[in-house]
């Protein structure tokens, strides 16, 4: 049956959970929704005190990629995460480099990892583009 798999005879639904069943729904849902909900905070921060738009629309479309969960929101958020905590220790802003180095620790986690699969190498050509 689609969504749920067999187990000692019983079923037991996977949604929510990774190919093991160990993530417990809510720790999902709670990643799902706050690190997406910390990107556009970020970004209303960005623009209500350093006026920058360039960071406020950033924080905006990687909390939009990761909100869709698209195919490539967690390299976005990687490369957002990276270039903010570089900002941060260049500028010595010790609260965006914390930001980003917890952020990037919270992409780690099983339920990130189960929402927002990596990029495996032959499944990114092969999706959008005919082979050569």
């Known amino acids: 049956m689609i969504g749920s798999c067999q187990r000692g005879g019983s ?4 949604v929510g959970t990774d190919p093991e069943g160990t993530i417990p729904p809510m720790a999902s849902r709670l990643v799902v929704a706050l690190l ?3 990107c556009v905070a970020y ?7 350093r006026h920058s738009w360039i960071s406020a629309v950033a924080g905006v479309l990687i909390a ?3 909100w869709a969960r698209h195919p490539r929101a967690r390299f976005a958020a990687y490369i957002f995460f990276s270039a903010m905590a570089i900002r941060g220790a260049l500028t010595a802003a010790w609260g965006t480099l ?35």
């Not at 970004?43 to 005190?49: F, I, S, Y």
């Open 11 to 14: 079923e037991e639904s996977t």
């Open 36 to 38: 997406p909900l910390a």
């Open 43 to 49: 970004a209303a921060a960005a623009l209500a005190w």
């Open 64 to 66: 939009l990629f990761l």
């Open 98 to 132: 914390a930001f980003a180095a917890i952020a990037v620790l919270v992409m780690q986690t099983a339920p990130a990892r189960a929402a927002w699969p990596r990029l495996r190498p032959g499944r990114v050509r092969s999706d959008r583009m005919p082979p050569p």
